[in-house]
């Protein structure tokens, strides 16, 4: 049973246009929804985290939207640039455990 | 963020012989460090969860006694793949936990078996 649904598995931008990528859970439990990047051959890296208490969070032009009745959250990436193409994941965790969850991925190519 | 090291970045062993992977974190403590595998162009699946001081909890199929893992101090984790095979050929990533509840990755090892 997987727990976090990612959607589009992959996704071509133009520069300068908004990228978006959506989550959806199951598991009532989750409290914390992370987004990574990962470049091929690297670690994923922590661009933006939210949690249940907000509907919104921007860092940059990295926005989380979080819907709690809904169980949905996306990640929206404003004027995307070709170094923005990389992978991006959404996990989801709950509890002390701090255990993540991951999405399957989503591969972002942004066009010059 | 905080930083998390993670050595070696890649390495080619033989089939039967073993490798330890390495993960620190390099300015903050860590009680809690996860291992995951990851296959091409898939999603991160979780191996183990390490804890200072005591024995690492493993995922459901994960066998213990061909990944051991060891969590000797607040800021060292190693993951040793035992008798390795082929089918172990993965990208293996460490993370670790920070105080605020944020976990961050290291860069990962390339484990190719011959």
Known sequence: QQQVKQSPQSLIVQKGGISIINCAYENTAFDYFPWYQQFPGKGPALLIAIRPDVSEKKEGRFTISFNKSAKQFSLHIMDSQPGDSATYFCAASGGSNYKLTFGKGTLLTVNP | ?114
């Not at chain 2, 073993?18 to 979780?46: G, H, N």
């Not at chain 2, 969590?71 to 082929?86: E, G, K």
Request: hydrophobic share 35%; glycine share 6%; aromatic share 10%.
């Open chain 2, 1 to 114: 963020g905080a930083v998390v090291s993670q050595h070696p970045s890649w390495v080619i062993c033989k089939s039967g012989t073993s490798v330890k992977i390495e993960c620190r974190s390099l300015d903050f403590q860590a009680t809690t460090m996860f291992w995951y595998r990851q296959f091409p162009k898939q999603s991160l699946m979780l191996m183990a969860t390490s804890n200072e001081g005591s024995k690492a909890t493993y995922e459901q199929g994960v066998e213990k006694d061909k990944f051991l893992i060891n969590h000797a101090s607040l800021t060292l984790s190693t993951l040793t793949v035992t008798s390795a095979h082929p089918e172990d050929s993965s990208f293996y990533i460490c993370s670790a936990k920070e105080n605020n509840e944020k976990l961050f990755f290291g860069s990962g090892t390339q484990l190719s078996v011959l």
